[in-house]
């Protein structure tokens, strides 16, 4: 069992940065792969960026590459997500997500172990 806390939604200007958190808790062999989505209303639940564990690989979406930016510090169990220079259309729920598989992921359904989410609001 994981367990996945996320932290650091607000509201915020378009233009304007926000750093989320998720802290990681549960089986270390559960979370290889940490991955951050988001979901707007009325929308289907959009892949934003993934880390593994171990190596630090990443892969970002297209539609955040050079704004966003995930990172993780393995000795503090967090897993970041840096938005800069955000847009209205960046609006939504943001949820981190673990795979026990080590390969990255953008499918939402190979994720097993979700947080909350926590509200990202961008006013134009």
């Known amino acids: 069992q994981v367990q996945l806390v996320e932290s650091g939604g607000g509201l915020v200007q378009a233009g304007g940065s926000l750093r989320l958190s998720c802290v990681v808790s549960?089986?270390?062999?559960?979370?290889?792969?940490i991955g951050w989505f988001r979901q707007a209303p009325g929308k289907e639940r959009e892949f934003v960026a993934t880390i593994s564990w171990s190596g630090g690989r990443t892969a970002v979406a297209d539609s955040v590459k050079g704004r966003f930016t995930i990172s993780k510090d393995n000795a503090k169990n967090m897993v970041y997500l840096q938005m800069n220079s955000l847009k209205s259309t960046d609006t939504a729920v943001y949820h981190c997500?673990?795979?026990?598989?080590?390969?990255?992921?953008?499918?939402?359904?190979?994720?097993?172990?979700w947080g909350q989410g926590t509200q990202v609001t961008v006013s134009s």
């Open positions: 997500a673990a795979r026990g598989s080590a390969s990255l992921s953008s499918r939402s359904s190979e994720y097993d172990s």
């Open positions: 549960g089986r270390t062999f559960s979370r290889n792969v």
